[in-house]
């Protein structure tokens, strides 16, 4: 490292909060233009779009170039986030230029680009927690490709099994359909119920005809949706304790390491052949230039207050709601006072916020405590998470809106159209899809796209293979299995590790537990 | 214990296979007469299935008055098992009486004490594992209580915002209903929400009407669907793994204890003040009276055998599959003979077989021996589970059949009655379980309750509220906490750790690994 006061005074500049929040900005301007994109939310003449991405591009360099002056160059060019982030801008811009030149001659153009945006959240310096999350993933990765192919030979056999079963009995659909008579199909169905979407439905035609036939798919769900799901779990979770383990390895070794080095700063020979030593003079001058906090952080220790009763949360929780009671009061009243009539609507977030403060008395008791504690503790890494989520949900967002968009239409109520009853695709009539009025769960724009995929999240239904093509069924099983085999897995088991990590604390004291815990891993 | 050999022989004959099997197959005797009670599959006189019952009962009596000879009295009347059976026949023979006489009055009566019976399969002697699977349940339970509470908690305030949120904006179900109106609805509609059952359907409403309401929705998804099902997966492992703990430090002393006592029956004093030994000849007869590993059964000691390659499932396995291909080849060329027609089915049957063979292969590979290894050791505990599944299956039929018999009525696919649109009921004209045909999903006879229960485990859909009560709600609610929350948790955590003892087992010695399992415990 340079240590000259030039490049301090650069890399101080670099780690100023100011760029930080800076750099945040514009990347979360970034990924919000796609609400004003085709297609869009609120929809902007894509010149304008492609000016702020430009703007936003520039000011990734320009920080990018600051990073280069301050570390080694060969350092900058071996780390691969940085040749990530050049190589994402260099195909943003490409793709820029050649969308605007097609657009200006009327052709058809794909922003195929977009989908790298989220990766700019992730190779950047500060993404830190997010490139370790995404890591721990990939050394997850060929543990749960082997799991996986076995669940897929288990899957195709009971498909095979179920074509053999039910295929030549002439059964039908609820729709009169022929029920299971093609190979795809069915693994497709069986695939489905393995995420419980149409948990009674697909085997309804079989148990109509025979109650023996549901033998078959008690066995079925039995062996893949619950022991394979649960093997699925295990993996991800034993993959996420070692990876943890490495990392509390490194970190102990580096703590070491660190605490060797500034001891080497401080020490002085006092006598030749004596002992080096740290006077008290050079420990007071250090302790003076820097908080103690900060000499911690600075040493890289993590420094364990005891918590004093009422703790933090509390406070600032009855602070924020307080404080909150009283704006919408204060509203309240002012609205009372114009119009002579009382808000019923602020009214009632006055009373939820005052629900809101009997958390404090689950809080004071002992055992709601410990849950509630461990809750919290959860909480920064939720925030991880939300980003993860919100990276994976936007690549996904992003190629779903060039598949599906516009293939299913939403109707507000009022409307009277007759497209209304089947979502303005006449492929859909009489579906289930529009029959349950699922019409706004559709692609049509980066909003509904994020909340359809939080919906194909928690129970994968896909009507969407009706209006394209039965190959885009891929699409939703891609995402399940990157979204709720990998990733809700290791959230699931990052939940786990807090809880039994906080079972034995509340046993013993908190620090030998936590020394127990690094020498145990 | 009583030593003459009067009391040993009644032991020995006590201890017999032949009286086990036998009082297995009066239980299954017994538990299989819902088959023929009403409601039934095949309906038969209640005169027999009393009789044969009364038969069952008298077998167990038998049993039980056996036990009681051969252990001491005050034994027999400390242990709750015999108690409980006890008081098991004595309520099923009053139940009897007093169903019958009012048969034979022509008045209406129930068969409560059919709840009971899969409580024998708990209560004898040798339904050691099934008790301790309650056992570990029954110490699970504060914990998850705890939990529970919070969680009501929660959803109890959600549900509070969704009324005061959207009760007051005449959104409308696609039923047509008033949504999100009535408080305890909005409960009950929340908490399937947890399992993921009306998962986009309950929000569509809302986000029809602005996708603001959404993130409503979302907020609750992540909070009680992740966050608390993982903690209460947490609490259930974590209580599991204490109780195993438990157990085997048990074992490990009960061991230790056995062999001091071996040692004090073979030893002999040799010299004068010498220690203690056991002589040649006093341990070839004992090795030569039992033999090496009926001995480690007797001291308790688990013999572990190193496999050898092809391991036992595999020469199992294959001799399986020939035979049943051998024998549906020649079942196959006999009907072929006789009628002069390749059967189809049975050749289909072969061909799965064939099939089948492929796990061989699959099972040759060194990455995927390891996962199928682990999967075949949960193969007995998963009996285990099974059985519980069982018994809380049983209750659950018996009391949902009391409930529900005969409200919803599956007509044959050949039917024209009008009724078959709605199942029977006029009640369910219109809804979505009549359209989506869930007639059969009914509750009267015991093989479709238990089809239907297994269906709820896995989704939990009620259309059985709209046939009677709301109340009937709670009913599904309680399966739902009792089957999904904590057995099938108990399950999840059983699989989890049969895979972290395989993984830490697959990279040092079988042995050492177990050694370190219990001292870590």
């Known amino acids: 490292f340079d240590t000259s006061p030039e490049a301090v005074k650069l890399y101080m500049r670099y780690n100023h909060w100011i760029p930080k929040v800076f750099l945040f900005f514009f990347i979360l301007v970034d990924l919000s233009l796609a609400i004003f994109e085709k297609p869009a939310v609120f929809p902007v003449p894509t010149l304008y779009t492609a000016l702020v991405e430009l703007l936003c591009l520039l000011v990734f360099s320009l920080r990018l170039v600051h990073y280069a002056k301050v570390i080694p160059r060969d350092k900058f060019w071996k780390d691969p986030k940085n040749i990530c982030i050049i190589v994402i801008l260099v195909l943003t811009v490409v793709d820029l230029i050649v969308y605007e030149s097609l657009e200006a001659a009327n052709c058809y153009a794909v922003r195929w680009s977009r989908v790298l945006r989220p990766l700019l959240l992730v190779n950047v310096t500060e993404g830190r927690q997010l490139r370790r999350a995404f890591r721990s993933i990939r050394n997850a990765l060929p543990q749960i490709f082997y799991v996986f192919l076995l669940f897929m030979f288990s899957l195709l056999i009971f498909s095979l099994m179920a074509l053999k079963l039910l295929g030549k009995r002439g059964l039908k659909t609820i729709d009169g359909a022929p029920y299971f008579t093609n190979y795809l199909e069915i693994v497709f169905d069986l695939y489905v119920l393995v995420t419980t979407a149409n948990s009674p439905d697909v085997m309804m035609p079989a148990y109509n005809a025979s109650f023996v036939f549901a033998i078959f798919f008690i066995l079925y769900i039995l062996i893949n949706t619950y022991i394979f799901m649960s093997v699925f779990l295990a993996v991800v979770y034993n993959n996420y304790k070692k990876y943890l383990k490495e990392e509390v390895r490194q970190l102990v070794r580096a703590k070491r390491h660190k605490?060797?080095?500034?001891?080497?700063?401080?020490?002085?020979?006092?006598?030749?052949?004596?002992?080096?030593?740290?006077?008290?003079?050079?420990?007071?001058?250090?302790?003076?230039?820097?908080?103690?906090?900060?000499?911690?952080?600075?040493?890289?220790?993590?420094?364990?207050?005891?918590?004093?009763?009422?703790?933090?949360?509390?406070?600032?929780?009855?602070?924020?709601?307080?404080?909150?009671?009283?704006?919408?009061?204060?509203?309240?009243?002012?609205?009372?006072?114009?119009?002579?009539?009382?808000?019923?609507?602020?009214?009632?977030?006055?009373?939820?916020?005052?629900?809101?403060?009997?958390?404090?008395?689950?809080?004071?008791?002992?055992?709601?405590?410990?849950?509630?504690?461990?809750?919290?503790?959860?909480?920064?890494?939720?925030?991880?998470?939300?980003?993860?989520?919100?990276?994976?949900?936007?690549?996904?967002?992003?190629?779903?809106?060039?598949?599906?968009?516009?293939?299913?239409?939403?109707?507000?109520?009022?409307?009277?159209?007759?497209?209304?009853?089947?979502?303005?695709?006449?492929?859909?009539?009489?579906?289930?899809?529009?029959?349950?009025?699922?019409?706004?769960?559709?692609?049509?724009?980066?909003?509904?796209?994020?909340?359809?995929?939080?919906?194909?999240?928690?129970?994968?239904?896909?009507?969407?293979?009706?209006?394209?093509?039965?190959?885009?069924?891929?699409?939703?099983?891609?995402?399940?299995?990157?979204?709720?085999?990998?990733?809700?897995?290791?959230?699931?088991?990052?939940?786990?590790?807090?809880?039994?990590?906080?079972?034995?604390?509340?046993?013993?004291?908190?620090?030998?537990?936590?020394?127990?815990?690094?020498?145990?891993?």
Request: net charge neutral; hydrophobic share 50%; glycine share 4%.
């Open 259 to 521: 605490m060797v080095r500034a001891f080497a700063v401080l020490q002085e020979q006092r006598a030749e052949g004596g002992e080096p030593v740290v006077t008290q003079t050079n420990w007071n001058q250090i302790v003076k230039l820097v908080a103690f906090v900060q000499l911690a952080d600075l040493l890289n220790i993590e420094v364990i207050t005891l918590k004093s009763r009422p703790h933090p949360l509390q406070s600032a929780f009855d602070t924020i709601i307080v404080i909150s009671a009283l704006i919408a009061t204060i509203i309240n009243s002012v609205i009372t006072s114009s119009q002579s009539y009382t808000s019923r609507q602020i009214l009632d977030i006055v009373f939820i916020l005052r629900v809101l403060r009997l958390i404090r008395v689950v809080d004071s008791i002992k055992r709601f405590r410990a849950i509630i504690n461990t809750l919290i503790r959860i909480g920064p890494a939720i925030l991880t998470f939300g980003q993860l989520i919100i990276v994976v949900y936007y690549i996904f967002a992003m190629v779903g809106m060039e598949l599906f968009k516009g293939k299913i239409q939403f109707f507000e109520d009022g409307s009277v159209d007759p497209a209304r009853a089947y979502c303005g695709n006449p492929l859909l009539k009489g579906t289930a899809f529009a029959q349950l009025n699922y019409c706004k769960n559709n692609f049509n724009n980066v909003v509904s796209s994020f909340v359809l995929l939080l919906e194909l999240t928690v129970v994968n239904h896909s009507g969407f293979a009706a209006v394209t093509h039965a190959s885009a069924r891929l699409f939703f099983i891609v995402f399940h299995i990157m979204v709720v085999i990998v990733i809700i897995n290791i959230f699931v088991a990052f939940v786990l590790e807090a809880f039994f990590v906080e079972y034995s604390v509340d046993k013993g004291d908190l620090q030998t537990s936590l020394e127990k815990k690094i020498e145990e891993l």
